[in-house]
């Protein structure tokens, strides 16, 4: 599920609310106190010689309660909007579309 969640940011580059608003309405199905905050993390799978390496590189603190979210960014040489290179992803009109987003 959180795959599916963090792909917005790919998919959808511009709309940072859409992203809110699917990442809150999760955080709102995890069983937690009402007090409490939720961290999600943002985890890039780097290939080494020899293995792969799991690495966070953004947080998300969610306060589902207030409806916000802090983005924490760990590695500014990754960013999680940028579609990799050779990559066919490109931003839709809106969730659903395979159409192109107009400049």
């Not at 969640?5 to 699917?22: A, V």
């Amino acid at each position: 599920m959180l795959t599916t969640l963090f792909t917005t940011l790919k998919y959808y580059p511009s709309n940072n609310q859409l992203f809110h608003q699917r990442l809150l309405r999760y955080a709102r199905t995890v069983k937690h106190a009402p007090e409490s905050l939720l961290d999600f993390d943002y985890v890039s799978i780097k290939k080494a010689d020899d293995r792969f390496e799991f690495v966070t590189v953004a947080t998300y603190t969610v306060d589902a309660a207030a409806g916000t979210i802090d983005e924490n960014l760990f590695d500014p040489s990754f960013s999680v909007r940028a579609t990799l290179s050779g990559s066919p992803v490109h931003e839709g009109v809106k969730p659903g579309s395979y159409v192109p987003l107009k400049s």
